[in-house]
């Protein structure tokens, strides 16, 4: 074999272990989510080596989806750090073997707390899975190291059971995309989820214009608001919009007679509007529906606001 084909064979490996744990999903999964979701503290995760570094990234991703979570090293456990537990947590604690001593020496003092156990482990007849209050298998055949020891196919099922877990928790929750920006309001998605046409409106030297001045004219007003469109207005009332295709379409069909028309004949007299604290996904959603590039912001009594167009979303 190639080291390609070792590669392949590893992913192959992995993935067919990843297809059993699905039929490993029983009546201790939904055990496990329910004491979670019950919690009225934290979910403490615990693990020790490979199985520490999952269970870490399990905490995080408990976290940021509405499960207040955090990972212990049973190894800390022992200089302070048990202190960070309450009354109401629930431990996950996670190992292969379900025999790491470092962590079997932790779980008389999460049960001397009174604690509930999720414990996660590829053996049923462990020491963990009978100090469990509910126990989620998550064996696997072999490892997809050659050797069949470095841990590999076993930690990916233990990564995918957790997320399993988390997923379950967010239907569970009802858990929706604003909720998940509340917690990453730093990143990419945060920004998206949460960022508002108030945020990325454009306010100044907006492309306004009478209903009633020819297109000649309009052309030039809408080219130096460089928006591809134009706002018609009476006073503060909206009249409607128009866009760089209604005077294309306008010059295929009138040509010559096109300079003697006014915006009023062109404009779209009930255009959509959009408030300001209408979230840019929501705008997308719209604008992608309606197959259009561009809307108005307006207040609650229909003035005019500000423009947004597909550039100003792209955040």
Request: hydrophobic share 40%; net charge negative.
């Amino acid at each position: 074999m190639t080291l390609k084909d070792y590669g392949i064979q590893a992913i192959k490996d992995e993935a067919q272990a990843l297809l059993s744990l699905a039929n490993q999903i029983d009546e201790q999964f939904e055990k496990a989510v329910e004491l979670m979701y019950g919690c009225k503290g934290k979910v403490i995760v615990t693990g020790v080596g490979k199985s520490g570094h999952i269970g870490a990234k399990i905490a995080a991703t408990l976290s940021s989806t509405g499960t207040p979570a955090f990972f212990i090293n049973p190894l800390d456990v022992f200089h302070g750090d048990i202190g960070v537990m309450s009354k109401d947590d629930v431990v996950l604690a996670i190992s292969n073997s379900g025999q790491t001593d470092e962590l079997l020496r932790f779980m008389p003092m999460v049960q001397h707390m009174g604690l509930p156990i999720i414990g996660m482990t590829g053996n049923k007849h462990s020491q963990l899975a009978k100090y469990a209050t509910c126990h989620i298998y998550v064996g696997v055949e072999r490892e997809a190291c050659p050797l069949n020891l470095a841990p590999t196919s076993s930690t990916t099922a233990q990564l995918a059971m957790g997320d399993a877990l988390a997923i379950a928790l967010i239907e569970k929750r009802h858990f929706q995309p604003q909720d998940f920006a509340c917690f990453h309001p730093g990143g990419e998605l945060g920004r998206r989820l949460l960022t508002t046409a108030q945020d990325v409106m454009r306010t100044e030297n907006l492309p306004v214009m009478s209903p009633d001045i020819h297109l000649g004219e309009a052309i030039i007003l809408a080219s130096k608001g460089k928006m591809g469109m134009g706002v018609a207005m009476t006073g503060d009332h909206i009249d409607g919009i128009f866009t760089d295709g209604d005077i294309r379409r306008a010059m295929e069909r009138w040509q010559a007679a096109f300079f003697d028309h006014t915006v009023s004949d062109i404009m779209t007299r009930q255009p959509k509007t959009v408030s300001p604290d209408t979230k840019v996904t929501e705008i997308q959603r719209i604008m992608q529906h309606h197959n259009i590039h561009s809307m108005i912001v307006v207040n609650d009594k229909n003035q005019l606001l500000g423009i947004i167009d597909s550039n100003s979303c792209m955040i």
